[in-house]
């Protein structure tokens, strides 16, 4: 980076403090290849960190200019950057933007900057800022278990027990044992996962790591009967459905991180083949003298796991 005004120099200065910083690899006058095509540009200055495994980068561009900086300059940057593989680019004017230069940069996610703005940023937060990890569970049916009530014995060929009759007392509202079980599962899963994974601390935004889980719902069965083969009604007392699960932690597939003045928007996404694309869009809000961050999520319009749990259930009977 060529010499600047004593502003530049200290914003020079803070660069190289960065670059010696264990934390980032910060490079002036970095080249970055564009795709497709191969042509080598000259960066300003890059910023290079991981943050929870997930590589980031940031490329400045500096303007020591008298006058304020026009949108002409953004545009070029558009340009530049649009072959160019970055998370985001920071442009830093000693004499500002017009308001033309502001709107541009804020629409296309290109954050302007002053110097002195510049020289009190926290990097290492924006870094951090620009990741958002979607963390969820899946789950899938195991097994189930009927509880008969007391004084009954189990029948000798209960393995069979999922396609036969389940009822109430009177005999009405017959159904396969499956379709209750697959019924009540589908019911109660979700909310049964939920309260396990809170009680345990399976999910921890702070340190992301994704586990297997194995928890067991509990129903009572007040008024069934279970009628065998041998159609002598059984009453059933319980019902215990046992399922297991994964937490997962997945960055999200794309950011893009969108400027107004200080302030940050951040959307990101993730598209699965079961759930379609997920949104979230994170935006820092000014609220008397500390900022809030506010958000909001959109699901995605996927089958879902229900779809999932259905396919493995058929496997497992083709098996």
């Not at 933007?97 to 296309?108: D, L, P």
């Not at 990097?123 to 008969?148: C, D, P, Q, T």
């Not at 345990?200 to 009628?227: C, M, N, S, T, W």
Request: net charge negative; proline share 4%; hydrophobic share 40%.
């Amino acid at each position: 980076m060529p010499g600047r005004s004593n502003d530049f120099q200290r914003f020079v200065a803070l660069i190289e403090g960065l670059a010696r910083s264990r934390e980032a690899v910060v490079t002036e006058s970095a080249e970055l290849t564009e795709a497709p095509g191969g042509t080598r540009r000259e960066v300003d200055v890059l910023i290079e960190d991981t943050v929870n495994g997930y590589p980031v980068k940031i490329a400045i561009e500096c303007r020591d200019h008298e006058r304020p900086q026009e949108i002409q300059w953004i545009d070029a940057l558009i340009g530049k950057y649009s072959a160019l593989h970055v998370n985001q680019v920071i442009a830093v004017s000693s004499s500002g933007f017009s308001h033309s230069a502001y709107e541009k940069a804020a629409a296309s996610g290109i954050l302007a900057l002053t110097v002195t703005e510049a020289l009190t940023d926290d990097w290492r937060n924006s870094l951090k800022a620009m990741l958002v990890k979607f963390i969820g569970f899946e789950v899938e049916l195991r097994s189930f278990v009927l509880h008969y009530a007391d004084g009954v014995e189990a029948p000798p060929d209960s393995d069979g027990a999922a396609d036969w009759l389940i009822c109430n007392e009177d005999g009405s509202e017959p159904r396969r044992v499956r379709e209750q079980i697959v019924a009540l599962y589908e019911k109660h899963a979700e909310s049964a996962a939920h309260a396990y994974i809170n009680e345990h601390q399976l999910i921890d935004a702070a340190r992301p790591k994704d586990a297997e889980f194995e928890f067991a719902i509990p129903f009572d069965a007040v008024g069934a009967y279970l009628i065998p083969p041998n159609g002598l009604p059984l009453k059933i007392a319980r019902i215990t459905i046992n399922a297991s699960g994964t937490t997962r932690h997945i960055d999200a597939t794309t950011h893009r991180r969108i400027a107004f003045g200080r302030k940050f928007v951040t959307v990101a996404s993730l598209t699965d083949s079961l759930f379609g694309t997920h949104t979230v869009t994170l935006a820092e809000v000014a609220h008397d003298s500390a900022p809030v961050l506010r958000g909001s999520y959109q699901q995605g319009g996927g089958p879902g796991l229900g779809w999932l749990d259905k396919k493995r259930k058929q496997q497992r009977a083709e098996d």
